[in-house]
């Protein structure tokens, strides 16, 4: 049971309040000495450059996925030997809880959003998103949300019911601290944002794209962008209800999760999956574009199967809604339910199946460079090809009651969301990071990192597929010795702590880069195909001086290659006028901060902060409201010097 006074008697917790002081006051003391205040305000913490946040959304996901890491190697280590002591029970609850919540919703889904932001308007030929304002609002949302999680470590009490939350164990019966509302109202709040985001970067793609820039001209990663979408703005809303339903069961005392008077747990269940399973492919469908770009650059070939590829992302999208029971196979909905939901998974191998045929083939004949996102790419193909396979495994609903509550199931997780989702996002880190930063991040730092981490990851899962089998169930803390067990657990600590180097590794290139790294003075490093390319890195504020004529796909390549004049993609000096910019605001930020001081209100039952913090919501949308200064323009002087000194102006 969380306990307020945790953070005086607890050592650990004791160390966390210490470091996070420490490093509060070091940040505020090395902003005060180089004077830096002002332009982390006016540059960063105002801005509504899609770019800008996308790096701001790349940061807060990898000091997430570290967070996430610190958590799953505490697990690891409780688990390395039986009858363990460093852990206790309510502590490893609660750090199962917050590894996978936080994975989840505050690692892979701002690492989705960080490529969405830098990536999109540039392969569309867009100088903005479609709602630049609401974009850094959904930012602002996200990121206070994961701090509002991740200080109920240190104040409170963290959730400790799973990061399912399933009712009755999240109700106030047996979660009555205030860690379960702080998971509640952290992934509400963080919700919210995201909807935001799926819905502006649809409108992005749908409406903003280059004249002449058909649908199946878009490249596959927009592709992967659009169906993601689709997805989030299905999804999203059904565990919005789920979450604020729960929410009044522990505020209010209704019963919706409640069986003694007529509620139902199984519905949170189902509400919760029907968010959950398309969440999957909400953060995998944008790794399977990146894998197309970096797979046609790096063959040097165009993607083989576009058609098909567009057809598969868009199937996966629609079958995904079709397969949320699997995940409760055993929980007795009645054999045809299980057989349809069944087949429904199985079906969707088929439109998977047909994307990794197509990079295998644009591969055949290809002329490859092996560079480090070529790395990520072809690491990806055999993990996700084992995950998919123990899916099908699990997708066989008889089989499924044998693994369910397994640790196969543990280790099938991970491969597919690991193998899928991060290795995707590594590799698209590395691809566009010239676009973002101007450097390119490619050292023996990210080497050692690469298999570091590979090799640690099937060190680490393998085994747990054996465990699985042996009979080890999942959210266990500990275990006797004499199980057979013991082996299996230790080699599988020993690959988390080699992922967990791979990772400090990584850091040490993004560090090496900036201090030695080589610098892209080209904007096409890789030798691209796609817009984004025909851009200087970083690309200026405004992105295009002219908007790009699109004639077909790979148009960049296409004027490579002489086959197209460059003014149908270089800034053209007959065609310059004054660009339409947003201003920088500083309200997303302070209506941030007030959705995250009547979060806090909420999970302590703080009235007073209830309502400061929904009228300082109230206020900014207000003062939102009547401000009429939201815009300027680029004058053309400007455009021509910028684009003159960067070598680009055509005559």
Not at 134 to 150: H, Y
Not at 281 to 306: C, D, N, Q, W
Request: proline share 6%.
């Amino acid at each position: 049971m969380p306990h307020y006074g945790v953070f005086i008697t607890d050592p650990m917790v004791l160390g966390s309040d210490v470091m996070i002081v420490l490093a509060s006051v070091g940040i505020v003391a090395a902003l005060t000495f180089f004077r830096r205040w002002g332009w982390l305000w006016r540059e960063w913490l105002t801005t509504v450059d899609h770019k800008k946040i996308g790096i701001m959304y790349l940061i807060a996901a990898v000091l997430m996925l570290f967070r996430g890491g610190v958590d799953a190697e505490m697990m690891r280590t409780q688990l390395a030997l039986p009858n363990m002591n460093f852990l206790n029970a309510e502590h490893y609850d609660e750090v199962f809880t917050t590894h996978g919540t936080i994975m989840i919703l505050f690692m892979a889904m701002p690492f989705i959003f960080a490529l969405f932001n830098v990536v999109v308007p540039l392969q569309i030929g867009a100088r903005d998103v479609a709602f630049p304002y609401l974009n850094a609002i959904s930012f602002w949302l996200f990121f206070l949300a994961a701090m509002l999680l991740n200080i109920s470590f240190v104040i409170g009490g963290s959730p400790d019911a799973g990061w399912t939350s399933y009712p009755p164990l999240s109700g106030l019966q047996f979660s009555p601290g205030p860690g379960e509302n702080y998971y509640l109202l952290s992934l509400q709040i963080t919700g919210i944002g995201s909807m935001a985001t799926g819905i502006n970067f649809l409108i992005t793609i749908l409406k903003m794209r280059a004249p002449g820039m058909k649908l199946m001209d878009m490249p596959l990663f927009t592709w992967s962008v659009l169906a993601a979408c689709i997805l989030i703005i299905f999804a999203f809303p059904a565990l919005t209800i789920a979450l604020a339903l729960l929410l009044l069961d522990r505020v209010l005392g209704t019963d919706f999760f409640t069986m003694l008077h007529g509620g139902n747990p199984m519905m949170f269940i189902n509400l919760f999956w029907i968010w959950g399973h398309p969440e999957v492919y909400i953060v995998i469908l944008p790794a399977f574009g990146v894998f197309s770009e970096v797979i046609s650059t790096f063959s040097r070939k165009t993607i083989f199967g576009y058609k098909s590829m567009v057809f598969a992302l868009m199937a996966i999208s629609i079958v995904g809604f079709l397969t949320w029971v699997h995940h409760f196979f055993v929980m007795g909905a009645g054999a045809d339910v299980n057989t349809f939901f069944a087949i429904a998974t199985m079906i969707i191998a088929i439109p998977t199946g047909v994307k990794v045929f197509n990079w295998l083939f644009t591969m055949y004949r290809g002329r490859i460079r092996l560079t480090m996102p070529m790395w990520w790419t072809l690491a990806f193909i055999p993990c996700f090809a084992i995950g998919g396979a123990t899916g099908v495994m699990l997708a066989v609903a008889p089989a499924d009651y044998q693994y369910h509550n397994s640790y196969f199931l543990i280790a099938h997780f991970h491969q597919v969301l690991i193998g899928g989702t991060v290795f995707g996002m590594f590799a698209g880190m590395y691809y566009w990071w010239p676009k973002m930063f101007g450097v390119i991040l490619d050292s023996k730092w990210s080497k050692w990192a690469f298999w570091l981490f590979n090799i640690g990851f099937y060190v680490c899962f393998m085994p747990q597929y054996a465990l699985g089998f042996m009979g080890m169930t999942r959210r266990i803390y500990t275990y006797s010795a004499g199980l057979g067990w013991t082996a299996p657990n230790f080699i599988s600590t020993i690959g988390a702590y080699m992922m967990g180097v791979g990772f400090v590794f990584m850091v040490v290139d993004i560090v090496h880069s900036f201090v030695k790294g080589q610098r892209d003075l080209t904007g096409d490093p890789w030798d691209g195909r796609t817009l984004e390319w025909s851009l200087p890195s970083p690309a200026p504020h405004y992105n295009f001086a002219t908007l790009p004529k699109i004639t077909g796909r790979d148009v960049w390549w296409a004027v490579k290659q002489g086959e197209l004049p460059k003014t149908d993609v270089l800034p053209d000096e007959k065609r310059l006028r004054p660009i339409h910019m947003p201003k920088n605001s500083g309200m997303p930020v302070i209506m941030g901060v007030f959705f995250f001081i009547a979060g806090v209100g909420l999970v302590f039952g703080v009235l007073p902060l209830d309502i400061i913090g929904g009228l300082g919501v109230a206020f900014a949308m207000f003062k939102r409201s009547f401000d009429y200064n939201t815009d300027y323009f680029v004058p053309v002087d400007e455009v021509v010097h910028t684009e003159t000194a960067l070598g680009r102006l055509q005559a």
